[in-house]
């Protein structure tokens, strides 16, 4: 079964500048996360997607900051513009509405975004 | 509002002594605790996760948590180190109850493997 998948990778831009990132979750998995990993730190949710409804985007800044998740399953989040403080990395998680009290969110690889 | 310290940023130990790193959680009840592990440029991956069954919990890699209620903590240990091992490690934790169930992380414990 394939993973979480994000692309690209990495992306260098010059500030000011917009950027898009994107994530195809696990197959089946109806909740999405958007995580902020700033260097030498633990993950941060942005937000967080149950089908194609953000139930959960208190922490993602709206003023330069966006996200979709059309037909609730790619998604893209997008920075417009860019400021050399959004440098970090953006890891994209999935996971499923399973039976039980706890779903695992499984991790894509990231987007490590530089912003020069 | 939950939260989770993991004591040291870089922790160095030797091929074949134990491993030790440590995580404490603030919550007003018990939750659900986790440690993942996270490899250069790569993302997160569970190890082991805490979810009110046995206190004491085996994951992969021959790494293993014990929950101490008492102690409000979560430390994560292995008996042997293998070079294979050094990474970033996470303790997360999240509510155990409720509707705000959002995963919150430590800032990590750089794990260094000296042969």
């Known amino acids: 079964e394939a993973g979480v998948v994000q692309s690209p990778r990495y992306k260098i831009i010059e500030k000011k500048q917009p950027v898009a990132f994107w994530c195809n979750p696990i197959?089946?998995?109806?909740?999405l996360y958007w995580y902020l990993q700033n260097l030498g730190q633990g993950p941060e949710l942005l937000i967080r997607?149950?089908?194609?409804?953000?139930?959960?985007d208190s922490q993602l800044p709206k003023d330069r900051f966006s996200a979709e998740r059309l037909k609730g399953v790619d998604s893209t989040l997008k920075i417009q513009p860019a400021e050399l403080g959004d440098s970090a990395v953006y890891l994209c998680?999935?996971?499923?509405?399973?039976?039980?009290?706890?779903?695992?969110?499984?991790f894509g690889p990231g987007t490590r975004l530089t912003v020069l | 509002a939950q939260s989770v310290t993991q004591l040291g940023s870089h922790v160095s130990v030797s091929e074949g002594a134990l491993v030790l790193l440590r995580c404490n959680y603030s919550?007003?009840?018990?939750?659900?605790l986790f440690w993942y592990v996270q490899y250069p440029n790569q993302g997160l991956q569970l190890l082991l996760k805490?979810?009110?069954?046995?206190?004491l919990v085996k994951g992969i890699n021959g790494f293993e948590a014990e929950f101490k209620k008492s102690e409000t903590s979560f430390h994560l240990t292995k008996p042997s180190a293998h070079m294979s091992d050094a990474a970033e490690y996470f303790c997360?934790?999240?509510?155990?109850?409720?509707?705000?169930?959002?995963?919150?992380f430590g800032s990590g414990t750089q794990l260094t493997v000296l042969p």
């Open positions: 998680a999935s996971s499923s509405r399973a039976s039980g009290s706890y779903n695992e969110q499984f």
């Open positions: 197959s089946g998995h109806n909740t």
């Open positions: 997607y149950e089908n194609e409804e953000a139930v959960d």
């Open positions: 919550s007003s009840v018990p939750p659900y």
């Open positions: 805490y979810t009110s069954a046995a206190t």
């Open positions: 997360a934790v999240i509510p155990s109850s409720g509707s705000a169930r959002q995963l919150t």
